[in-house]
């Protein structure tokens, strides 16, 4: 005799998989899927079908910040289905020095998210300060920590002290103004000794041959793929000092601890949560102590290997996969427990056709108000651009 057990079906939706579709949501809900009590299904949001949305009990919408985030989400919530919101950055306070500024500023955008925060039940986050400001919009707020699995076991193939920053596109300007100035003085000053690999953001620093950049990688498996191949010694986590930065997730720690790499860090939130200085990581505020930060462990490699195996405790004792999806048992019962209706004589309809023009519409008035009279000059070449790319995707699939 057995006892069938009931595993709760969640599906997780995003506009894109993105590093915290998989750092905060699927690696510790796949833990729970080992151990029978959910199913899990990652879904872009664009592509969820009518039968996605009978199959779940719940929906966690991650970062949603489209209309058609809030579609679905009101869908789940017409038909029964526990509806929770994921956020580990301040959406509504995007700073005005970074590339998507534009993008959050949109009413549509705006009014998506407030939206989406009216609909969800339930409020998941990863920072005390999201939970803080945001929680009283939700029934419940539930704040976790993300993981990242340890899956990188390149060794050193070199004398070479090898430095990584990676992080996303608008991050451009924080690279330039703190980290450009230290590079280019550590590259002067230890010469071919040291190299540094810039990923997603160019530090514009062509005049030095040891500095290496990569553009942005949005496939999160491919980037780890990409950061695994070399073995890093040192890694930079620099944030502004900002309310928006203290909202965000220290996951550059745990990135970087992974990857077996000893970072150096603003003295900042969100890092001063969980970087004890010359301990588990190093903290910097300011250039001169950057420069300090990154001489000391160049010069001193018994440090370096001291502070990364304390980094790595830090790491095993609270940041597995294993530990996490505990916690969120414990702190979270309603993914293992909340059951939706059941719907299968029920037909739920999903307008593609229609949230297709209202995407096509907001983004072409975006794209005007960036571009202004001149975009209907570029329109046409970015199209055609466009065109050829998908073509020449086609051709290498054949």
Request: glycine share 4%; hydrophobic share 35%.
């Amino acid at each position: 005799m057995f006892i069938m057990i009931n595993k709760k079906r969640i599906l997780v939706i995003c506009i894109e998989k993105v590093s915290s579709v998989s750092v905060g949501v699927l690696f510790p809900l796949e833990e729970l899927e080992k151990k029978a009590l959910i199913e899990v299904k990652f879904v872009r949001t664009s592509k969820v079908t009518e039968a996605d949305i009978k199959w779940c009990d719940t929906v966690i919408c991650v970062r949603g910040s489209e209309f058609w985030d809030l579609h679905i989400v009101r869908l789940c919530k017409k038909y029964g289905r526990q509806a929770v919101y994921y956020l580990d950055d301040d959406l509504l306070d995007i700073p005005d020095n970074v590339s998507c500024t534009d993008y959050y500023k949109t009413d549509y955008v705006l009014k998506s998210i407030q939206s989406l925060m009216k609909e969800c039940d339930i409020l998941w986050c990863v920072n005390p300060n999201i939970a803080k400001k945001y929680g009283n919009c939700f029934k419940k707020t539930v704040l976790s920590e993300a993981c990242v699995k340890r899956d990188c076991s390149c060794v050193a193939d070199d004398d070479k002290v090898k430095f990584i920053y990676a992080g996303g596109i608008d991050h451009q300007n924080i690279v330039e103004e703190i980290l450009s100035p230290v590079v280019n003085h550590l590259c002067n000053k230890y010469g071919e000794k040291v190299q540094f690999t810039f990923i997603g953001v160019d530090p514009h620093l062509s005049n030095q041959k040891q500095v290496k950049f990569i553009p942005y990688i949005s496939d999160y498996q491919e980037y780890r793929r990409v950061v695994c191949e070399t073995h890093y010694d040192i890694s930079f986590a620099p944030v502004y000092d900002t309310p928006f930065y203290s909202c965000k997730y220290y996951n550059k720690f745990l990135e970087y601890t992974s990857m077996g790499t000893v970072g150096i860090y603003s003295d900042l939130q969100p890092y001063t949560f969980v970087v004890e200085n010359y301990e588990n990581g190093i903290l910097a505020d300011n250039n001169d102590s950057w420069c300090k930060a990154a001489e000391y462990l160049i010069d001193n490699p018994e440090e370096r290997k001291r502070i990364l195996e304390n980094a790595e405790k830090t790491f095993d004792e609270r940041f597995t996969s294993e530990k996490i999806a505990a916690e969120l048992v414990s702190e979270f019962p309603e993914l293992c427990e909340f059951s939706a209706p059941d719907i299968t004589g029920e037909k739920v309809r999903i307008n593609n056709l229609q949230l297709n023009f209202y995407n096509l519409k907001q983004r072409l008035t975006m794209y005007f108000r960036r571009r202004g009279i001149a975009g209907i000059f570029l329109l046409p070449f970015k199209a055609i651009k466009t065109i050829i790319k998908k073509i020449r995707e086609t051709e290498k699939c054949h």
